[in-house]
């Protein structure tokens, strides 16, 4: 079998497309340009690339950003006092700080301080247990940027084994959580680093979502022939950036697959586009 590449790259433009189309009607009806505040604490290399990326993609989109550059030495209580200043502001929708912080910021109680209506990322408590329930505000941006490949690509997912290797706050839980939905309707595995039998466990999977973080940990010979593989790792190896699956192996065996890069990457962009318009269209209010 040779593998059928899901092009994440090409369907992450179609849906900026369509998210910018979506800002410039909501712009001509009420004046405002949706707008995402971005806070880079420090100057990790890879999170510098990542915040240069989605401010990029804001620009393209039609949505304003900004960016708030802090000093790796801020204080946590200096980091809260700008959060609150960007909830308090009627023109900021959306707000992101980007991970990883510094170590002696305590990362869940700055989260947590973002209001939940500007939430973009999805990583407050009350905008995961709405999602959990089945009535999210926001998505998470990786694994609704998973669960739209899937969809675009048309893999069928109501009844299929579905194994989801990670069990991050980030991406394994939610991924897990969006799967498992009325609708979705697959049955969801999650493996982690204390599994046992890992392989025989992936090669029940009719879809496999590979988010360990461990370069090329998904062989070959833990794909069931045909299986759908979804691969969300990003690592860097020497100078190059592979995934948490072994691509190569996986295109003999698989029936599709995401490459990295240009799979979920560009997704996890688009839908945090996405959530910032929607954060902007949900706090409008025409009264006030
Ligand atoms: P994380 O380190 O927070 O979590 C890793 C998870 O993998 C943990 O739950 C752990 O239990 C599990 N794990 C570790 N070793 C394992 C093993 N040997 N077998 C099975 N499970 C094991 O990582 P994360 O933030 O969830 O990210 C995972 C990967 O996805 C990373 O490569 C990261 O760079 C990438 N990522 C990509 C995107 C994107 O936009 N494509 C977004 C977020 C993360």
Redesign the pocket.
Known sequence: MNAKVIDGKRIAEQTREHVGQAAREFREKTGIVAHLAAVLVGNDPASEVYVRNKEKACEKAGLASTLHRLPATTTQQELLDLVALLNANKDVHGILVQLPLPRHIDSTTVLDAIHPTKDVDAFHPENVGLMLQGRPRFLPC?PA?VMKLLEVTQVPTAGQHAVV????D???KPMAALLLQKGVDATVTV???R?KN?GAVCREADIIIA????PE?VRGEMIKPGAVVID????RVGDKLVG?VHYAEACAVASAITPVPGG??PM?IAMLLQNTLKAAQSLYNPAG
Request: charged letters at 5%; hydrophobic letters at 40%; glycine letters at 22%.
């Open positions: 990786t940027g290797i990670g069990r991050s980030i991406v394994g493996c982690h680093s599994t890992i988010a360990l973080g461990i940990f969300v790792g990003i690592n948490d979920v990457g996890t």
